[in-house]
T-cell receptor, first 110, second 114 residues
Framework: QQKVQQSPESLTVSEGAMASLNCTFS??????FRWYRQHSGKGLEVLVSIFSDGEKEEGRFTAHLNRASLHVSLHIREPQPSDSAVYLCAIQPGNYKYVFGAGTRLKVIA | GGIITQTPKFLIGQEGQKLTLKCQQNFNHDTMYWYRQDSGKGLRLIYYSITENDLQKGDLSEGYDASREKKSSFSLTVTSAQKNEMAVFLC?????????????FGPGTRLTVL
């Protein structure tokens, strides 16, 4: 069964510095990879969806996918305190099947 | 745009009690999902419904029942709440499951069992 590991568990960055989050998965057969953000007490908000190796940018959020390395990352440019949240990586190994990581808790300090 | 509404926002129950969580979406999406989120763990799929009147078990269906009353609503029942159980239940919907369509999530129902 597909497994998803996220690192680090928590991350603190200063406002304006780049934040980098990582996600590794156990096999490279999935086609769909997504990064979500979850503010405290709220639902998940999709940030970036990526379906092929390479880079995908959505505003300040950039995902990098390398299926051969079983790795997808998220980089947040110029993070702000309002970006403080839990970030979840998800892969879709099959129809109606989604596997989520446990999340990285990001704190952005002013 | 659309919205997913989950009720109640907070649910407190007693051990052994049967508890029902409700979800409504106005996206007109075909597919709806129920996930459980435990602290420090990823989301785990409990049930999903591909279309109205369809029900499919996820990896965590034991101890739960689900009902897709109509296209816009999907309910989840905890058949016998377990003491000290604490989790957030998230409802989601999507137009389809293929072609890279997104899932949209509700704000969650936080369950506490005393």
């Amino acid at each position: 069964q597909q497994k998803v590991q996220q690192s680090p568990e928590s991350l603190t960055v200063s406002e304006g510095a780049m934040a980098s989050l990582n996600c590794t998965f156990s096999d490279g057969t999935s086609d769909n990879f997504r990064w979500y953000r979850q503010h405290s007490g709220k639902g998940l908000e999709v940030l970036v969806s990526i379906f092929s190796d390479g880079e995908k940018e959505e505003g300040r959020f950039t995902a990098h996918l390398n299926r051969a390395s079983l790795h997808v990352s998220l980089h947040i440019r110029e993070p702000q305190p309002s970006d403080s949240a839990v970030y979840l990586c998800a892969i879709q190994p099959g129809n109606y099947k989604y596997v989520f990581g446990a999340g990285t808790r990001l704190k952005v300090i002013a | 745009g659309g919205i997913i509404t989950q009720t109640p926002k907070f649910l407190i129950g007693q051990e052994g009690q049967k508890l029902t969580l409700k979800c409504q979406q106005n996206f007109n999406h075909d597919t709806m999902y129920w996930y459980r989120q435990d602290s420090g763990k990823g989301l785990r799929l409990i049930y999903y419904s591909i279309t109205e009147n369809d029900l499919q078990k996820g990896d965590l269906s034991e101890g739960y029942d689900a009902s897709r009353e109509k296209k816009s609503s999907f309910s989840l029942t905890v058949t016998s709440a377990q003491k000290n159980e604490m989790a957030v239940f998230l409802c989601a919907s999507s137009p389809r499951d293929w072609g890279g369509y997104e899932q949209y999530f509700g704000p969650g129902t936080r369950l506490t069992v005393l």
